[in-house]
């Protein structure tokens, strides 16, 4: 484990590096403890969910053997079909014959992380797994948090958001195949969602990524008019499209990458 000033830790898990960032006064007592247990979660999500690991449930369900019916396991499959049925199925974890809830776990897994924190007194928190982030509380007393919008293609920030109860979740930094043709989509360069809940957050990035250009600004505009998740597109060539919502947390565009 590698050990920032403060109670900011990283480990790299699920092949990134995740950051867990406590700005809550606690003593150390209760501070290592507590840190110790957010990453066993997050490894334990990757031991079960981990399409590539032969001996996960998901590995397992993929090549047809007995897998446990874990509370867990039943939740994130019951709400990746409820997901792809609120994408008219352009969130889709099964293609092929193969089931995949990366599009959702990582964002799961966090906000699962994030409700626990509070629930223990560490209320005050960023989390960071690759392109997903929650955050929860204060950076410091009554400052709320400001996150860098990166495109994770080019390493740079194009926007920064500022609140103190938010999932941001971005797609278009790893191959997103699009369930209608099989075939991976690059007809963006990036999305970003935001809203209450990191996973659904970061199913509808995913989806809204595999729709391409044509129907990912209809898309994205109806659901900000139907709920809190806001939406920022940037295509290929630059150009960004985002929803009205987007614009209330202040994305205003970064002056400085990095």
Not at 48 to 75: A, H, M, Y
Not at 158 to 186: C, E, M, N
Request: charged share 20%; aromatic share 8%.
């Amino acid at each position: 484990m590698t050990t920032f000033p403060g109670s900011a830790h990283v480990e790299m898990v699920m092949g990134l590096p995740v950051s867990v960032d406590i700005r809550t006064a606690l003593p150390a007592r209760e501070m290592t403890p507590l840190l110790d247990d957010a990453f066993a979660w997050l490894r334990w999500v990757d031991d079960t969910f981990s399409p590539v690991k032969e001996d996960s449930q998901i590995g397992r369900l993929n090549r047809g053997r007995t897998i446990r019916q874990i509370p867990e396991l039943i939740e994130v499959l019951h709400r990746c079909e409820e997901l792809s049925e609120a994408t008219d199925g352009w969130f889709e974890p099964r293609i092929n014959g193969v089931t995949d809830p990366s599009g959702y776990i990582k964002g799961w897994a966090l906000e699962r992380l994030s409700r626990a924190l509070c629930n223990a007194g560490a209320g005050d928190h960023r989390l960071t797994a690759g392109n997903d982030i929650r955050v929860r509380g204060s950076a410091a007393p009554g400052k709320p948090w400001r996150i860098g919008v990166r495109d994770p293609r080019k390493d740079i920030v194009r926007k920064v958001v500022f609140a103190h109860d938010l999932g941001i979740a971005t797609s278009g930094g790893a191959p997103i195949v699009s369930p209608r043709t099989g075939q991976v989509q690059d007809g963006f360069g990036f999305v970003t969602v935001i809203g209450p809940d990191l996973g659904v957050a970061d199913a509808y990035a995913t989806a809204i990524y595999a729709m391409g250009p044509l129907l990912a600004r209809r898309y994205a505009t109806g659901l900000a008019a139907s709920g809190p998740y806001q939406t920022l597109i940037v295509g290929r060539d630059g150009q960004e499209f985002s929803t009205p919502g987007f614009t209330a947390y202040g994305g205003a565009e970064a002056r400085m990458a990095g």
